[in-house]
Structure formats: structure tokens, C-alpha cells
């Protein structure tokens, strides 16, 4: 079946340490996006990519970087820059410029303990 | 800056009635709108797609009209269901630089 995958579906990280999240689809799709989500709020974006081995910062990057090595993979990395990172992450992805639907993972929560 | 602005940021109704979920944005250039349902604690259900050539997509009880020139959305919901409490959220694509920009999403609870 076609698809985005996240995982973790949870994720626990200890003060001071990166973590990567993984988001992997099988559309063929070109563009790749990540988002955080707040509890109450919409979602706002972090990174987002057209094409592989280039990727543009959206709205909240700092703390965060990404890597597109291939088309069907965009992990991201919430490293311990990031100060407030608990939140609820979602990875999309959609055909690029000439827009069809965006397609949406799971999410991963990720809770610092 | 392109934002995306959801109006009302809850709603409360009792069952069977009609009603109406409104999202504007600042800029025209998009290449289309996209509406989607969110429950508690879980991802996105896609609704529905409106193409920015377009100006109305249906789909059941599901009806998105688009005005592109005047940067506005609205998603009426007829015969509204308790099953249709959800947080509706509407995605705009920006051509200018390719973002996808979320509304902040309206939390929708229909009285049974």
C-alpha cells in the first residue's frame, strides 16, 4: 500500500540529547514537509523540501535540522537546541509546485523526561 | 508574511443543524486548499481538495467553496452529527515559495 510512515509513533528524550524522527513514503512523491503541533494549536512548519539534497527552513527551524539524501526519506533531528521540544510532530508529503493532495503520517509525540 | 486565519476557534451546535467553518489568507497565489479533519491525539483525515481553478468541491455532507481573489474558504457541513466532532483544519499551498500554511483550526463539538 502507499503511503507515510513516521516512526516512532513515541518518543522520549532526556535533557541535552538529540533525537531523530523518521519519515519515510512510497508515493513517489517530490516534496516532504515537517510540522509541530502544540496541544490547542494548528500546526506550524519546521522544514520543508522540493527535491532531494535541498530542503528550506520554514516558520520555526531553529533547533531543528533535516537531511533529503533520497527522495523517500526526510528524518528530522530535534537536537538539544530546541528548548521547548515536547510536542506532537507530523511529516507530509505531496507532489511539488504542481499540487495535488497532501498526504500526512501519524505523528510522532516526542516527550523530554 | 502568508498567513491562514481560522474563524470561529470553537463551535458548539446541536445535532442536525447546518454550519458553516471560514478560513481566509493573505496571499492569492496558491495552488489549491485542502481541508482536514484532526481528532483528539491523533493525525490528519484528509477532507476534501478544493484546485485553485475551482469554486466549490463536495463530498457527502461536505461542501468547500473557494474565492481565490478575496483569499477566503468556508467548509458547510449539513445535517451536522455528534460523529462530527473533530478540529477542522485548512492547509493553503503557496506558490510563491512552495510552504503549505495551516489555520489554527476550528474545535467543532456537535450536542447530541
Known amino acids: 500500500d502507499g503511503g507515510i510512515t513516521q516512526s516512532p509513533k513515541y518518543l522520549f528524550r532526556k535533557e541535552g540529547q538529540n533525537v531523530t524522527l523518521s519519515c519515510e513514503q512510497n508515493?513517489?512523491?517530490?516534496?516532504m514537509y515537517w510540522y509541530r503541533q502544540d496541544p490547542g494549536q494548528g500546526l506550524r512548519l519546521i522544514y520543508y523540501?522540493?527535491?532531494?539534497?535541498?530542503?528550506q527552513k520554514g516558520d520555526i527551524a531553529e533547533g531543528y535540522s533535516v537531511s533529503r539524501e533520497k527522495k523517500e526519506s526526510f528524518p528530522l533531528t530535534v537536537t538539544s537546541a530546541q528548548k521547548n521540544p515536547t510536542a506532537f510532530y507530523l511529516c507530509?508529503?505531496?507532489?511539488?509546485?504542481?499540487?495535488?493532495?497532501?498526504?500526512f503520517g501519524q505523528g510522532t509525540r516526542l516527550t523530554v523526561v | 508574511k502568508q498567513e491562514v486565519t481560522q474563524i470561529p476557534a470553537a463551535l458548539s451546535v446541536p445535532e442536525g443543524e447546518n454550519l458553516v467553518l471560514n478560513c481566509s489568507f493573505t496571499?492569492?497565489?496558491?495552488?489549491?486548499l485542502q481541508w482536514f479533519r484532526q481528532d483528539p491525539g491523533k493525525g490528519l483525515t484528509s477532507l476534501l481538495l478544493?484546485?485553485?481553478?475551482?469554486r466549490e468541491q463536495t463530498s457527502g455532507r461536505l461542501n468547500a467553496s473557494l474565492d481565490k481573489s478575496s483569499g477566503r474558504s468556508t467548509l458547510y457541513i449539513a445535517a451536522s452529527q455528534p460523529g462530527d466532532s473533530a478540529t477542522y483544519l485548512c492547509?493553503?499551498?503557496?506558490?510563491?515559495?512552495?510552504?503549505?500554511?495551516f489555520g489554527k483550526g476550528t474545535r467543532l463539538h456537535i450536542l447530541p
Open positions: 507530509a508529503s505531496s507532489m511539488a509546485q504542481v499540487y495535488t493532495e497532501a498526504f
Open positions: 508515493l513517489n512523491h517530490d516534496a
Open positions: 523540501s522540493q527535491i532531494v539534497n535541498d530542503f
Open positions: 496571499d492569492s497565489a496558491i495552488y489549491n
Open positions: 478544493i484546485q485553485s481553478s475551482q
Open positions: 492547509a493553503v499551498p503557496f506558490s510563491r515559495d512552495d510552504k503549505i500554511i
